[in-house]
């Protein structure tokens, strides 16, 4: 049932045993945590390593408070909550990339459509890492520091018995020799994900171990996202993630009966809930003495419980641990359940998590057609049980303020915010106008992105004088006049640099690229973002190539190519570059990408991608209608799934794209109108289907939950719009 949203600040606090809150009214928070803790547990556990969501992307709050013109209020509570939501910090660093911002994306949907969630995962000190780019060294690694304290949608549990001091849950592990579990304490943060009409929320908890008190491996192990110094600050890490899950439901009363995990990294989960398992069915008994048999059957039941989605067929995504680091730091009922259920069929020594995760579940999700198929070739055990939700994105967030507005002033769009489906069905009257208002809002977003990086390169050129810093943009040692102009054909990248992903492809023969825009006079702005993990040596040296590349670019081409490389990409960064280049690029090796959220972004804008046919692109191609394919597009069966050097098809995938650039530039300069109807299309073609709006209804199918009619409703329309798991024709 639908609550009215609040029409004042007043209205915008409520409270619980837990705390006081901002940002819905008494009577919605209430019914979402009255749900939540209802004892039929018709509710959704959503796991994730990482949660990007920053404030600064999509704040309906913020909006709210502008548009009513509240700034202050007389009440001191209220004030200090208005002050800290117009002028706080807006950046939550809990993310690297696209995992996170998926799991960001997915959460605002389940607000945006009512359904009963909620979210677990940790909270970093360090955040990810900072990332500096010095054009003679390349990526420099530095520690992130921020404020939970001071960021709005933030807010620390406190204590019911003491309300000033912090909630603190002990989370039990269980260490090898020890027959009690160690209790290691952890405080708990809980970011409000609000609904865009802000009258629905979903609470993701965020697991902070980062305590005075901590035993020193703690403490190493949750200051830093990903944190890889050593594989036991790895593995330590995602049992911190598993361990706290069950400890946290408990503490707060809830009670779901879903645990849908994001990825295998919050797998050890199931070690806690299968000594459950066993103690229900055994009652007293010795550990030590478990059979087999005993905790198969406990594993199947604990099985019912769990959704999995996989993300990636890159091995380095799939987490292995030796056995003897493993024993080390688990007691020998998990080690017996290890030993069962985590078994490496290639490297016997190891624990293979992922495979576990593939053991332990009633439902396998990829996340494209295409890696559903891969996964089934990887994992050939499973492969009936493997199905298909291809990812989408939070339409809301990552739609530009200026094509949202163009957007809103055609009726057959007038519920476009809450019904991303209607684009399909877009009158006729609408499209002549629908199309004038699109192009002025892309040239005003292209305007937007052009003056962001000239502003950068100015900012570049200025440090390089207070600093050691050299900048990363051969530009900045350049006059004004030779920086970017808006107009000009801006092709956009940016995601993890790993070597798959093959970011430096298209500079493969620098020389036949400058000869591609001299020969029409064509110039061209390729703008590049991205982090390489700071363990990623091949990673931090393609990127490295792409700052090499950017003088011999400019000089070859007489100034027609300029080559920029963005440092610090973050939300904020790629909103702005989705919405202001003119097409987007993706060119990893098929079929390593599982998806590629970022191509979805664009095309959401409009923006037609560039793209092998690789991950959500055989999905979103419709032909050639939304925008260009090239490179290698053999079977999946007689796909090498290696990502050694010699293996990644660099020659013949940039020859490809070489072969295919001037009939775009040409389309783009001289047939702007049919530019223009390829980004139509996409409007058309791709907002239904790749939206989290329809993810989510396809996996609320899998859930199983019982929704209100109203919701019901709602979830069933979005599910209509496609069905992932249907064959690629």
């Not at 520091?145 to 620390?156: D, I, V």
């Not at 102009?485 to 940016?494: D, H, I, N, Y």
């Not at 990623?536 to 792409?546: N, T, W, Y």
Request: aromatic share 10%; net charge negative.
């Amino acid at each position: 049932m639908t609550l009215p949203a609040p029409t004042t600040p007043e209205e915008l606090i409520c409270s619980n045993r837990y705390g006081t809150f901002f940002g819905v009214s008494q009577a919605v928070f209430d019914a979402v945590w009255n749900r939540l803790t209802d004892p039929a547990g018709e509710t959704v556990v959503y796991v994730s390593m990482e949660i990007g969501a920053d404030p600064d992307v999509f704040h309906p709050l913020l909006d709210f408070l502008k548009h009513k013109g509240i700034s202050e209020n007389p009440d001191a509570r209220i004030d200090a909550l208005i002050k800290k939501y117009l002028h706080g910090p807006r950046k939550i660093p809990n993310y690297s990339g696209g995992l996170g911002v998926l799991a960001g994306d997915t959460l605002k949907s389940f607000a945006d459509t009512r359904i009963p969630a909620l979210a677990v995962s940790l909270l970093y000190r360090e955040g990810y890492f900072s990332q500096i780019v010095d054009s003679k060294v390349g990526q420099i690694d530095q520690a992130t520091h921020w404020a939970p304290e001071e960021t709005p949608t933030l807010f620390q549990l406190r204590d019911p018995k003491s309300p000033d001091r912090p909630l603190t849950i002990e989370v039990p592990f269980l260490q090898s020799g020890e027959e009690r579990p160690t209790l290691i304490r952890a405080q708990v943060w809980m970011k409000l994900e609000i609904s865009d009409r802000l009258d629905y929320f979903v609470p993701e908890f965020l697991l902070d171990y980062s305590l005075p008190d901590a035993p020193a491996w703690v403490i190493e192990s949750s200051h830093q996202l990903y944190n890889a110094r050593s594989m036991i600050i790895k593995a330590n890490q995602r049992r911190m993630l598993g361990s706290g899950i069950m400890a946290l439901l408990e503490t707060l009363g809830f009670s779901s009966r879903t645990i849908h995990l994001n990825e295998q990294h919050g797998v050890t989960v199931t070690l806690h809930l299968i000594l459950q398992e066993l103690q229900e069915m055994l009652g007293e008994h010795d550990q030590n003495r478990l059979t087999d048999a005993d905790i198969l059957k406990a594993a199947e039941r604990v099985a019912q419980r769990i959704v999995y989605t996989i993300h990636t067929p890159v091995k380095a995504g799939h987490d292995r641990f030796a056995r003897d680091l493993y024993s080390a730091i688990s007691h020998r009922p998990f080690q017996q359940i290890l030993n069962l259920l985590a078994h490496d069929e290639e490297a016997g020594h190891e624990y293979n998590f992922t495979a576990m995760a593939m053991r332990i579940n009633r439902a396998i999700n990829s996340v494209s057609r295409l890696h559903r198929d891969v996964t089934r070739k990887q994992f050939p055990a499973f492969s009936k049980k493997i199905k298909a939700i291809t990812n989408g994105v939070h339409h809301l967030t990552w739609i530009s303020d200026h094509r949202a507005a163009c957007f809103d002033r055609r009726p057959s769009l007038r519920d476009w915010r809450h019904d991303p489906g209607c684009f399909a069905a877009i009158a006729a009257e609408d499209l002549a106008p629908l199309a004038t208002d699109l192009q002025e809002a892309w040239t005003r977003d292209n305007s937007r992105l052009v003056a962001f990086v000239n502003a950068m390169l100015r900012s570049h050129r200025e440090q390089m004088t207070e600093t050691w810093i050299d900048p990363p943009n051969y530009l900045s040692g350049l006059e004004e006049s030779q920086w970017l102009q808006p107009g000009v054909f801006t092709l956009g990248f940016a995601r993890r640099f790993s070597t798959y992903k093959r970011a430096d492809l298209i500079f493969d023969d620098i020389g036949r690229l400058a000869d591609i825009l001299l020969q029409k006079n064509q110039p061209v702005n390729f703008l590049f973002a991205g982090k390489a993990h700071p363990s990623d040596e091949p990673g931090k040296s393609v990127l490295k190539l792409i700052l090499d590349n950017q003088e011999e670019l400019f000089r070859r081409s007489k100034g027609l190519g300029k080559l920029i490389f963005i440092p610090g990409y973050d939300m904020l960064v790629a909103k702005f570059m989705v919405a202001g280049v003119h097409a987007w690029l993706n060119n990893p090796k098929r079929p390593l990408e599982a998806s590629g959220t970022s191509g979805m972004k664009a095309a959401l804008n409009g923006v037609p991608n560039i793209s092998v046919m690789d991950g959500w692109w055989v999905e979103g191609y419709h032909d050639g209608l939304t925008g260009w394919k090239f490179g290698y597009e053999g079977p999946v069966d007689e796909a090498d799934l290696s990502e050694d050097p010699d293996a990644l098809l660099y020659t013949e995938d940039s020859n490809a794209f070489y072969e295919l650039l001037p009939t775009i530039l040409d389309l783009f300069y001289e047939q702007p109108e049919q530019y223009l109807q390829r980004a139509m299309r996409n409007l058309a073609l791709n907002i239904p289907i790749f939206n989290t709006h329809r993810m989510v209804a396809e996996y609320v199918e899998q859930y199983g939950l019982r929704l209100d009619p109203e919701t019901s409703a709602d979830i069933a329309r979005f599910r209509q719009l496609y069905r992932s798991e249907q064959s690629v024709p």
